[in-house]
């Protein structure tokens, strides 16, 4: 096999950074293109391997749709060693990138269903590449309710796009903060996420649901969801793993026998639920 075989697989490809943005203390906004001019060819769900030379790699989902392809976003936090030297990056900089890799949302069986898409912290980066996909393609869906949840209204992800989202007749947003200072100019809920989903109204056989968040929320929310007769076979969840390579080759990433880097990220919840650790 000769080594264009490998550019993506093994090897990582160069992009550049086109722009850099603050979306709160700890996180950036990253717009990024291939140098090459190709399209990153991402579906949404699907992460990629960054890497900075001498920093190593780190996988970081698609915050982006593919239905908007001149460029793709990354949403990072900054955790430790390579999203740290990420953090240093300015415009015109140069990333190494692997992918786009891993299962993504599954669209054939969104489509024509109303979706509940529901995520917290940073898993609003993936879904925002589901929600804007979703935006561009309105006669594709139903109804689409979104709900987020953040820590506090300053670590609230993507406030541009979650303000867009309300105010467009598409979406119908609720937003939640676990606590708010008053001092914040916050007026909004205060509460867990899993508040948000007594008040909802949906008829159970016609609707998807996503989640994407920090592992405590998914059981709460999943107990939440089930209760309002949603079935295992209609929750969509994407789950987060250590990994090396990416794809199924250095096994860091398993959940029992399934590769959460190539079997997921995104997992249908009957497929997981019953194996030790997942959720
Ligand atoms: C499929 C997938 C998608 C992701 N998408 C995003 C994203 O869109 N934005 C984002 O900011 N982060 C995302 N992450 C998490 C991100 O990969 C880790 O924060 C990153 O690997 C840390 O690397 P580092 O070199 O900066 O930190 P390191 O110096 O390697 O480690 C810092 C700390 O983070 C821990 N850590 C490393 N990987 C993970 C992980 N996967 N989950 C939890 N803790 C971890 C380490 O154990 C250590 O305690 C994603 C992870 C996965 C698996
Ligand atoms: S990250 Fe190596 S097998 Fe999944």
């Known amino acids: 096999m000769t080594a264009a075989c490998h550019t993506g697989l093994y090897l990582p490809i160069e992009c550049e950074i086109l722009s850099v943005s603050e979306l709160t203390p700890a996180e950036k906004l990253f717009q990024v293109r291939r140098t090459d001019g190709v399209p990153l060819g991402h579906l949404p769900g699907q992460f990629i391997q960054v890497s900075l030379l001498g920093w190593g790699e780190a996988p970081i989902s698609v915050a982006s749709s593919p239905t908007r392809n001149n460029f793709f976003e990354l949403g990072v936090r900054r955790a430790g060693t390579l999203t740290g030297a990420m953090h240093q990056l300015k415009v015109g900089d140069v990333i190494g990138i692997r992918g786009p890799f891993g299962r993504p949302f599954d669209l054939s069986r969104m489509r024509g269903k109303d979706l509940l898409l529901i995520s917290g912290g940073c898993g609003l980066a993936p879904m925002r590449s589901l929600i804007q996909y979703c935006e561009d393609r309105p006669s594709e869906f139903g109804r689409i309710s979104i709900l987020y949840g953040a820590k506090n209204p300053t670590y609230t992800l993507f406030k541009d796009d979650l303000a867009a989202w309300n105010a467009s007749a598409r979406f119908a947003c609720s937003l939640t903060v676990d606590n708010s200072t008053g001092k914040d100019c916050y007026s909004g809920n205060v509460g867990l996420i899993t508040s948000l989903i007594p008040p909802l109204t949906f008829d159970p056989s ?58 997921g990220p995104v997992f249908w919840l009957n497929e997981v639920e019953h194996l030790r650790g997942a959720l």
């Open 206 to 263: 016609k609707t998807i649901a996503a989640i994407v968040g920090p592992p405590v929320m998914y059981r709460s929310v999943i107990t939440e969801l089930k209760t309002k007769g949603l079935t295992s076979d209609r929750i969509a969840v994407s789950l987060e793993r250590q990994m090396r390579c990416g794809v199924g080759k250095c096994g860091h990433c398993t959940i029992e026998h399934l590769y959460c880097c190539q079997d």
